[in-house]
């Protein structure tokens, strides 16, 4: 059951968004989150969907996993879209009983902020579908870099961040198997009442943490004896550089943020 | 029959880019009794396998029928089945967690609901058969040293006093002296009268102490019978990445080269044997 988390949940593929620069992607994907705040109309939306659709289907991932991730957040969607047709009441009166009053206006709101939601999670799903953790992380510690200067840590950040990563996925199959082990001596994990299920987790929580202390000093170990001695002065394998394609990437989003802008001006819909 | 498998099938993150068959088309049949060796390279299904034996993994196209039981019924009492199944995974000493080495064996036998006294007794058998000392009892399992955590972490399942114990890879990791004496252990436990599965991609172990193979490759169950019918494929297993025992080896090479040593040798006693009745004699084509 474990096993169907998907976290880093990068898709290999070999497409033009692929070999993006991650710094590149990075910045796209904030711009595109800015130009969904930007837009105040379904005109802009529809451009973005078509610019968020369009960069998917180029990149090979499955269309099904970009709307993977909206699953978590379903209830929050069906809630603000629900707030915003009862309580926005602008706009022609569809209909109406009781104290409830559904009009134009509202379901209009309601259906815009809904939009706004997905649109921000599909944006944004595009860049961890297509990115590598470890390329993300490269490309977070070169974009923090400049803060650096200002006592930031930005290459501890980045580092730790690589290490979580690379963890999470070791760590989910450990608790995986010492669940199995416990289970295989009798352990209930699934019923019983609230105190009971918590105290059904030390056998298994206890283990997963005194392996994670062993992991963490084998890593320490590990990374002493290959001399690392932090950020400072250290070369890198693979040098991130802007190229053509990136260019272009910047352009596509330059232009989209033209034609939302000119589509909250003079198609107001 | 204590365990009985029939066209089980496994399939890893059904639907996913990551799809991948575990196990395919698996059947096979385990006796009261018996020492059985599961033998496959990494990532051919065994560990997959064993999950099924006591219904921690369910739900796949086939049956698994313990003492008569389909754990692929939703009815199952898994508790009893649990029971009757114990399972030791690979490093069980990573599964330890309790403050006193007692408490820890304590914890399967607790989860049976049984009484307070005859948890107590268990215990205290369960240290004994694998060779714990009674002054480790009050210890923090977390102080022992590896070796010893591992009996723990068998103890604890033997006190839930199953009739079939399946160890995974009980002796990874261990040095060679205590890799002898973690098989020989067993080897006690079978004949206390225990069924034992055990879960090995060591040739020699598994020819050494089992009465019957199973060689696992792609989730397919590529030979089977006993060590010597198993060996005797020797250039198959090792295009499978698998390896027979050096005496197995050498017992092939010599009979290669014309010397009179039946297929079935493969202990180490039994080749020495062979050996000395061939020295003066010649090569038989001769």
Redesign the interface.
Known sequence: MIKNVTLGQYFPGDSFVHKLDPRTKLLATIALIAVVFVSNGFAGFVMIAAFVLLTALSTGVHLKFLFKGLKPIMFIIIFTFILNVFFQQTGEVLVQFWVIKITTGGLRMATFMAARLILLVVASQLLTLTTSPISLTDGLESLMRPASKLGFPAHEIAMMMSIALRFIPTLMDEADKIMKAQKARGANFETGNLIQRAKAMIPLLVPLFVGAFRRADELALAMDARCYRGGAGRTRMNQLKYGTRDLIAAVAIVALFVLVILANRFCPF | MPIEIKHLTHTY?PGS?FEARALNDICLTINDGEFIGIIGHTGSGKSTLI?YF?G?ERGASGAVLVNGVDLSDKNADL?AV??TV??V?QY?E????EETVEKDIA??PT??GLTPEEVERRVVHAMHLVGLDPSRAKKSP?DLSGGQKRRVAIA??LA?EPSILVLDEPAAGLDPAGRHEMLELISDIHESGVTIVMVSHSMDDVGRYCDRLFVLSHGEIAYQGTPAEVFVHGEELNKIGLDVPECAKLAARLRKAGFDIPQDAYRMEDVAGYIVKNIGKGRSDR
Request: hydrophobic share 50%; net charge positive.
């Open positions: 993150m880019p999950s006591n921690l508790i649990r029971r114990g399972l995974f069980p990573y599964q330890l967690f914890f399967g989860n049976l977390f604890g399942v839930m």
